[in-house]
């Protein structure tokens, strides 16, 4: 490479990322490249959690943005796939399975949520503390147990509670040794979960002392990742906002302090009393060196026309009128309140862009009035492709407890499902598994009308097809056409004459009877 000898040496010595020279400007780049658990360890992670979940609890901008996210990603319905009529009565058999077990007595061990909810809160979980959990619970209950994040853990009480006296009995330290520090797991050779440290909060609520082990195909685990194959826990999306949120939250308070303050009533007194012979030229009711009031008059030296004045004004009422008589050089001003300024509302509106961006959010989801109807309409086409990734990992984890149930319930007495499975010809368990369908509840309409104009016509052009367009506002078109079915059997049943189309349109049967006459009058006219 000699060509790179002299001024081309120089030259090219000076080419290079800009990300990786330390120009002394900001702050230095960094050097190395660690993996996730080291660079957020178990310290660290405990502050990042505790700080989510206050902000969680105190700034309600945070607890928007967080039920704005579950709103979207969190909300499904169960649906049933079959393609023959012969599989209705398995059908029928897992919908009651389902609709039992999603009670809260039945699916919550601690009997306090049902299924909805808790995914729910499941979801809410990973997005404050980055992951989640959920324990299979086996016979004779078949529930799930929630695990929150900060307990899944290396117990900081290397203690067992026994359940018999309360109190702590000692663990083994080889089960304990093979626990990581960082992330509270049992890693394999390959670097996969094989086992969960399950802990509890102890007698006070406010330990991490160890409860169990729990294997991982046992659990529903689910977190939010950033990297490829390094990390092993999840971090949350609004670690990225924590600063900002606080900052705003902070500025709030201090801002509306100010200006509780600056809008409490008060009056400003001025005065110009330099000496006697100022006030000698005070004549009021015709007595010198004297403040009079409506109530009183006083004579007063230079000294205590002052005193007089801020002690008289101190007895004001808001509910009586006052009157204060000062002389010529006297003057009474009002203090006005001119906080918070537009450049402080503006800098906060710019903050919450930025905070709602951890969740990608759109900034027209928290004021709509700052966009048109058209532009909702692209950020909502936006936010719902950066949702689909948070919803497919929502499924994945709903199908893992599905599974589980029909595993569970498989030769219950109470179902018979492979009883009623057996009698229209299926005898795979998987088969049965793969009939529940998890579908999102989908995006609410902006315009109904529109939008469903645009489907339509998207379908008669073969862009799109019915059963997609249902799905993505939470519905079923088979089950529809089945509702559909049984509403004009019924309605026919009963003499109900139904007719679809938009107001003003004529039926079918209206426009044949209507080419009927007019044929009969162009024959009539013809024999005439």
């Given at each position: 490479?000699?060509?790179?000898?002299?001024?081309?040496?120089?030259?090219?010595i000076k080419l290079g990322y800009n990300a990786t020279s330390d120009k002394k400007r900001r702050q230095a780049p960094k050097t190395k490249v660690t993996s996730e658990s080291v660079v957020l360890g178990k310290s660290k992670r405990s502050k990042l959690q505790a700080t989510a979940q206050e902000q969680q609890r105190n700034h309600s901008l945070m607890a928007w943005m967080i039920r704005q996210h579950l709103d979207y990603v969190s909300s499904f319905k169960i649906q049933f796939r079959y393609d023959k009529e012969e599989l209705l009565p398995l059908v029928k058999a897992l919908e009651k399975l389902f609709r039992w077990h999603g009670r809260p007595e039945n699916f919550d061990v601690a009997r306090r949520i049902g299924?909805?909810?808790?995914?729910?809160?499941?979801?809410?979980?990973?997005?404050?503390?980055?992951?989640?959990?959920?324990?299979?619970?086996?016979?004779?209950?078949?529930?799930?147990?929630?695990?929150?994040?900060?307990?899944?853990?290396?117990?900081?009480?290397?203690?067992?509670?026994?359940?018999?006296?309360?109190?702590?009995?000692?663990?083994?330290?080889?089960?304990?040794?093979?626990?990581?520090?960082?992330?509270?797991?049992?890693?394999?050779?390959?670097?996969?979960?094989?086992?969960?440290?399950?802990?509890?909060?102890?007698?006070?609520?406010?330990?991490?002392?160890?409860?169990?082990?729990?294997?991982?195909?046992?659990?529903?685990?689910?977190?939010?990742?950033?990297?490829?194959?390094?990390?092993?826990?999840?971090?949350?999306?609004?670690?990225?906002?924590?600063?900002?949120?606080?900052?705003?939250?902070?500025?709030?308070?201090?801002?509306?302090?100010?200006?509780?303050?600056?809008?409490?009533?008060?009056?400003?007194?001025?005065?110009?009393?330099?000496?006697?012979?100022?006030?000698?030229?005070?004549?009021?009711?015709?007595?010198?060196?004297?403040?009079?009031?409506?109530?009183?008059?006083?004579?007063?030296?230079?000294?205590?026309?002052?005193?007089?004045?801020?002690?008289?004004?101190?007895?004001?009422?808001?509910?009586?009128?006052?009157?204060?008589?000062?002389?010529?050089?006297?003057?009474?001003?009002?203090?006005?309140?001119?906080?918070?300024?537009?450049?402080?509302?503006?800098?906060?509106?710019?903050?919450?862009?930025?905070?709602?961006?951890?969740?990608?959010?759109?900034?027209?989801?928290?004021?709509?009035?700052?966009?048109?109807?058209?532009?909702?309409?692209?950020?909502?086409?936006?936010?719902?492709?950066?949702?689909?990734?948070?919803?497919?990992?929502?499924?994945?984890?709903?199908?893992?407890?599905?599974?589980?149930?029909?595993?569970?319930?498989?030769?219950?007495?109470?179902?018979?499902?492979?009883?009623?499975?057996?009698?229209?010809?299926?005898?795979?368990?998987?088969?049965?598994?793969?009939?529940?369908?998890?579908?999102?509840?989908?995006?609410?309409?902006?315009?109904?009308?529109?939008?469903?104009?645009?489907?339509?016509?998207?379908?008669?052009?073969?862009?799109?097809?019915?059963?997609?367009?249902?799905?993505?506002?939470?519905?079923?078109?088979?089950?529809?056409?089945?509702?559909?079915?049984?509403?004009?059997?019924?309605?026919?049943?009963?003499?109900?004459?139904?007719?679809?189309?938009?107001?003003?349109?004529?039926?079918?049967?209206?426009?044949?009877?209507?080419?009927?006459?007019?044929?009969?009058?162009?024959?009539?006219?013809?024999?005439?």
């Amino acid at each position: 490479m000699a060509w790179f000898k002299g001024k081309n040496e120089e030259e090219a010595i000076k080419l290079g990322y800009n990300a990786t020279s330390d120009k002394k400007r900001r702050q230095a780049p960094k050097t190395k490249v660690t993996s996730e658990s080291v660079v957020l360890g178990k310290s660290k992670r405990s502050k990042l959690q505790a700080t989510a979940q206050e902000q969680q609890r105190n700034h309600s901008l945070m607890a928007w943005m967080i039920r704005q996210h579950l709103d979207y990603v969190s909300s499904f319905k169960i649906q049933f796939r079959y393609d023959k009529e012969e599989l209705l009565p398995l059908v029928k058999a897992l919908e009651k399975l389902f609709r039992w077990h999603g009670r809260p007595e039945n699916f919550d061990v601690a009997r306090r949520i049902g299924r909805e909810e808790a995914f729910r809160l499941f979801e809410s979980e990973k997005t404050v503390s980055g992951d989640a959990a959920m324990v299979k619970i086996g016979s004779p209950y078949y529930s799930m147990q929630m695990i929150e994040s900060d307990l899944i853990a290396y117990p900081k009480v290397g203690k067992k509670i026994k359940s018999t006296n309360c109190k702590y009995a000692s663990i083994p330290k080889t089960i304990l040794d093979k626990v990581d520090n960082d992330c509270g797991v049992i890693l394999n050779s390959n670097g996969a979960i094989e086992k969960f440290c399950i802990c509890n909060r102890g007698f006070d609520g406010k330990q991490v002392a160890f409860d169990h082990l729990e294997k991982w195909n046992n659990v529903i685990f689910d977190c939010y990742y950033t990297r490829f194959s390094s990390q092993i826990r999840g971090i949350s999306p609004l670690s990225t906002a924590l600063n900002s949120m606080q900052d705003l939250y902070e500025g709030f308070e201090w801002a509306l302090l100010q200006h509780k303050v600056q809008s409490l009533f008060g009056i400003a007194l001025m005065r110009d009393y330099n000496g006697t012979d100022e006030l000698s030229d005070m004549n009021m009711d015709g007595l010198e060196g004297s403040v009079s009031t409506s109530t009183e008059t006083v004579d007063t030296t230079p000294s205590d026309a002052a005193t007089t004045i801020s002690t008289t004004v101190a007895d004001l009422q808001p509910d009586e009128t006052f009157i204060i008589d000062m002389d010529q050089k006297g003057k009474v001003e009002t203090i006005e309140a001119k906080t918070p300024s537009g450049e402080y509302i503006s800098a906060c509106n710019l903050t919450i862009r930025l905070c709602m961006i951890a969740l990608d959010i759109p900034m027209t989801f928290f004021d709509s009035k700052k966009s048109s109807f058209s532009g909702m309409i692209a950020d909502r086409n936006l936010y719902e492709k950066s949702c689909k990734n948070k919803i497919d990992k929502n499924k994945w984890a709903r199908q893992n407890y599905s599974d589980f149930v029909v595993d569970s319930y498989w030769f219950s007495p109470k179902f018979n499902l492979s009883k009623v499975a057996a009698s229209v010809g299926i005898t795979d368990i998987q088969m049965v598994k793969d009939m529940v369908e998890w579908i999102s509840a989908g995006f609410p309409w902006l315009q109904k009308h529109q939008e469903i104009a645009g489907d339509l016509k998207a379908i008669a052009g073969g862009l799109d097809n019915p059963i997609d367009a249902a799905r993505r506002r939470g519905g079923d078109a088979m089950n529809n056409l089945q509702k559909t079915s049984q509403f004009l059997k019924e309605a026919e049943k009963l003499n109900v004459p139904i007719a679809y189309g938009e107001s003003g349109q004529r039926t079918a049967e209206e426009i044949d009877e209507a080419v009927i006459n007019s044929q009969e009058e162009v024959i009539d006219e013809n024999e005439e």
